[in-house]
């Protein structure tokens, strides 16, 4: 199964931004979330909205005289633009996935969702992490994570949770860093970052996992209020 990619786009011309949406709902690699037509509103939400690429408008720029890509923190993004204002050379500086010209035409914005895909979404097989059980960085299989939890002595460091049955501890991980990893990655409460695939069924506010192993970990995963409303997006929309 295609993982859509979520897409935000900041573009202050409603005409423009109805045309992206409309291309992106047909495209079955991207799909728009949210849409912004004032940055002052993009960069207040930028936190809080769970997103894997930005679609903007190289006009735009905050009260400060800022752009917006360059608040991105190295955020993948494509860049729209008209092709006349001095703020482009400026904005493709910052290395977007892709430069588009105005108006837009759904042949090239297709390409530019399939090079964002093949860019973003193409998965990691193994990763080399710090680990306390071994010397050395060990190998471990990305997609094979099935539940990461913070460590309740140290919560710098991660217990991560194999579908194997085996247990590591990753040391001095964030959990952005850990969400990263994957597009699979799903943060469910403050300490919990569960594998869409493991995700068995979700109640309320309850996600029962299933391993093929028996493991320490718990069967099931409080979901955080705070993280609902992103959670059940990204599983059932996945």
Same mark, same amino acid.
């Given at each position: ?51 894997? &690429?930005? %679609?903007? #408008? ?7 005289? @800022?752009? =917006? ?5 190295? $955020? ?91 247990? &590591?501890? %990753?040391? #001095? ?7 990263? @990893?994957? =597009? ?5 409460? $403050? ?48």
């Amino acid at each position: 199964m295609i993982h859509r990619l979520k897409i935000v786009t900041l573009e202050e011309d409603v005409a423009t931004a109805e045309i992206v949406k409309s291309f992106a709902r047909q495209s079955s690699v991207a799909t728009i979330i949210r849409n912004f037509n004032k940055a002052s509103d993009f960069l207040e939400q930028l936190p809080r909205v769970h997103f894997d &690429y930005c %679609l903007i #408008d190289s006009d735009i720029k905050d009260s400060n005289g @800022l752009m =917006p890509v360059q608040m991105l923190n190295s $955020k993948p993004f494509i860049l729209l633009t008209d092709g006349e204002k001095t703020n482009l050379k400026e904005a493709i500086a910052l290395s977007p996935i892709e430069v588009i010209l105005k108006p837009l035409v759904k042949d090239k914005l297709d390409k530019a969702f399939e090079k964002a895909y093949r860019l973003i979404a193409r998965e990691k097989e193994y990763g080399l992490f710090r680990v306390a059980e071994y010397d050395n960085r060990i190998n471990l299989r990305i997609n094979e994570m099935a539940v990461i939890v913070t460590d309740e002595v140290d919560p710098r460091h991660k217990n991560v949770f194999m579908q194997n049955g085996d247990h &590591y501890t %990753l040391m #001095d991980y964030s959990m952005n860093e850990i969400l990263a @990893l994957s =597009p699979l990655f799903v943060q469910v409460n $403050k300490s919990s970052i569960v594998n869409i695939k493991v995700i068995k069924e979700v109640t309320h506010d309850t996600a029962t996992i299933h391993l093929v192993k028996s493991t320490e970990c718990a069967k099931y995963v409080n979901i955080g209020q705070s993280y609902k409303n992103n959670f059940l997006e990204r599983f059932f929309y996945r």
